[in-house]
């Protein structure tokens, strides 16, 4: 399949969102183009708290093809999706999210809309990360729940999630990240700090005896879990004060 969606994929710069149009059947296919981003999904709704009163709603910025949306459905939450990409919209509609296309440093909803605010994968692909963090705290209420994971700039990251995950392993689509736009956590922190919310950092890694079964076969999940190092994919998450 690999093959295939190579040889048919126009070259296109690295992070630009055209690649989503060219990969929109992928999004909920067993195929592994967007393996590693439903085992992240999986890893962030660990993170969230069920929804504690009827209506509550859950704001998933940079959405994509609406992944998160089983879990959302299982704690309980309304989902509203935003994203850059229509295509991928699409997709997340036909799986209950409601969709807003937009950007996630510009978001239509009102302030303090959102019992939860999801930020998974997105702050890598923007120019602006402190925007789209300032974005999220703004929407989120008193109480509610922030949850980040994003990719360091690290050269260690550099090497797994583009030389490693996109050019050898093809763990991701070839062109999906440009390293550099990758985060720095204190960014992440500094930025929620100033908007009051205290946010702990962790990072996380696949399992390794789940990931090598996935390396053989290119089927099922792989767990992530909590590692010591932030120096690939970590995860921020806190509570906005009242």
Avoid at 151 to 169: I, K, P, S
Avoid at 171 to 200: C, E, I, K, S, T
Wanted: charged share 20%; proline share 6%.
């Amino acid at each position: 399949m690999h093959v295939t969606l190579a040889c048919m994929r126009p070259v296109l710069p690295s992070n630009d969102i055209r690649l989503y149009d060219v990969l929109v059947d992928e999004w909920w296919r067993s195929s592994p183009a967007f393996a590693g981003l439903r085992w992240i999904a999986a890893a962030r709704a660990a993170l969230m708290p069920p929804a504690v009163r009827a209506g509550a709603v859950l704001v998933d910025l940079g959405c994509g093809g609406g992944l998160l949306a089983p879990h959302v459905a299982r704690l309980g939450y309304r989902h509203i999706g935003v994203d850059r990409s229509r295509s991928a919209l699409g997709v997340a509609a036909r799986h209950g999210v409601v969709p807003v296309l937009a950007d996630a440093g510009a978001v239509p909803l009102a302030d303090s809309c959102a019992d939860v605010v999801s930020a998974g994968e997105i702050l890598e692909h923007v120019a602006g990360p402190s925007t789209v963090v300032s974005e999220a705290c703004r929407l989120l209420r008193p109480g509610g729940t922030l949850v980040i994971d994003t990719v360091n700039a690290t050269a260690l990251a550099r090497f797994l999630v583009v030389t490693l995950a996109e050019r050898v392993t093809r763990l991701a689509p070839r062109g999906l990240h440009d390293p550099g736009l990758f985060v720095r956590p204190d960014l992440v922190r500094g930025v929620g700090r100033q908007h009051g919310v205290a946010l702990a950092v962790r990072g996380v890694r696949p399992a390794v005896g789940d990931l090598l079964r996935w390396l053989v076969n290119r089927r099922g999940d792989v767990r992530l879990v909590p590692t010591f190092s932030t120096a690939v994919l970590y995860q921020a998450w806190g509570v906005k004060e009242g």
